[in-house]
């Protein structure tokens, strides 16, 4: 069936350093994909999506990567601050009407 | 705009009890989903309603877990019993139509289950 594979599944960086997480779909059909950040206790929210007929999405210091040869996703943050410490999960959704989610990935920025 | 409202927020139950959980969506949003979301994973999808049909529930352990959206607005989302695998966060979300990518989703805060 359908599958979202997401690495790493934890992330530590320092204050100012850049952080990439990976994800990988198995569905060929999927045709956008969007990641939420999760902070501790808290409901998920949309940070930044790419469709699939785009390569690539910047939003600030946050931008998106697609492959969709590789069917791979990458979520790039730039310039990390304290305050971007949280879960973030990646998703792709398909024609079916179905989003799959990853794993998520605790993301650490250390002050 | 008022968000996707969800309770209790927290329950904790002993195994073979039973619990509901209740949602209720953004005015207007046709669609509703109930995720289980297991501590370290991502949200898994449980069931999917369009106004009050579903659409998907493929993932709904059926024999124990029931959800309904009687009017097509809020919903309730039972187990009944309950087993330890169980605990979880589960959160409901809405949506205006059934495709994500055009209008996306908002989550409620959740209801995070123990069981013991």
């Known amino acids: 069936g359908e599958n979202v594979e997401q690495h790493p599944s934890t992330l530590s960086v320092q204050e100012g350093d850049s952080a990439v997480i990976k994800c990988t779909y198995s569905?060929?059909?999927?045709?956008?994909f969007p990641w939420y950040k999760q902070e501790l206790g808290k409901r998920p929210q949309l940070i930044i999506d790419i469709r699939s007929n785009v390569g690539e999405k910047k939003d600030q210091r946050i931008a998106v990567t697609l492959n969709k040869t590789a069917k791979h996703f990458s979520l790039h943050i730039t310039e990390t601050q304290p305050e971007d410490s949280a879960v973030y999960f990646c998703a792709a959704y398909t024609g079916g009407f179905k989003t799959i989610f990853g794993a998520g990935t605790r993301l650490f920025v250390k002050a | 705009e008022a968000g996707v409202a969800q309770s209790p927020r927290y329950k904790i139950i002993e195994k073979r009890q039973s619990v509901a959980f209740w949602c209720n969506p953004i005015?207007?949003?046709?669609?509703l989903y109930w995720y289980q979301q297991i501590l370290g994973q991502g949200p898994k999808l449980l069931i999917q309603?369009?106004?009050?049909?579903?659409?998907?529930d493929s993932q709904l352990p059926k024999d124990r877990f029931s959800a309904e959206r009687l009017k097509g607005v809020d919903s309730t989302l039972k187990i009944q019993p309950a087993k330890l695998e169980d605990s979880a966060v589960y959160l409901c979300?809405?949506?205006?139509?059934?495709?994500?990518?055009?209008?996306?989703?908002?989550f409620g805060s959740g209801t995070r289950l123990t069981v013991v």
């Open positions: 569905d060929s059909a999927s045709n956008y």
């Open positions: 979300a809405s949506s205006l139509n059934r495709d994500p990518s055009l209008y996306g989703y908002t």
């Open positions: 309603f369009q106004n009050n049909g579903v659409v998907d």
């Open positions: 005015s207007g949003h046709a669609t």
